[in-house]
């Protein structure tokens, strides 16, 4: 079992920056990537960044290239969602996700959530 646990969302104007933090607990050696999702008010769960552990590129929806980045610290089993030039357009729950690896297979571990507010 991989346990994760988000913190740094909040309210912040359009503009403005926030970085939101996941702490990964548990089996957590056999994480093939981390991620960030969001699900905005009304809509679906999307994919904001994910990172691999070893293999394959950093991914980025379109809506936040250039404007997010994702990046993990091993030592302290955490990974950051950096988000600056925020919009109100950013408004919603924030995810941090991870795939691990069990045998041949790949199982999705989620967090809690954190609440972004971009206000106008």
């Known amino acids: 079992q991989v346990q994760l646990v988000e913190s740094g969302g909040g309210l912040v104007q359009a503009g403005g920056s926030l970085r939101l933090s996941c702490v990964a607990s548990g089996s957590i050696f056999n994480i093939n990537a981390m991620g960030w999702y969001r699900q905005p008010p009304g809509k679906q769960r999307e994919l904001v960044a994910l990172l691999p552990t070893s293999r394959g590129s950093t991914q980025y929806a379109d809506s936040v290239k250039g404007r997010f980045t994702i990046s993990r610290d091993n030592a302290k089993n955490t990974v950051y969602l950096q988000m600056s030039s925020l919009e109100p357009e950013d408004t919603a729950v924030y995810y941090c996700?991870?795939?691990?690896?069990?045998?041949?297979?790949?199982?999705?571990?989620w967090g809690q959530g954190t609440q972004v507010t971009v206000s106008s």
């Open positions: 996700s991870a795939v691990v690896a069990r045998g041949t297979h790949e199982y999705d571990y």
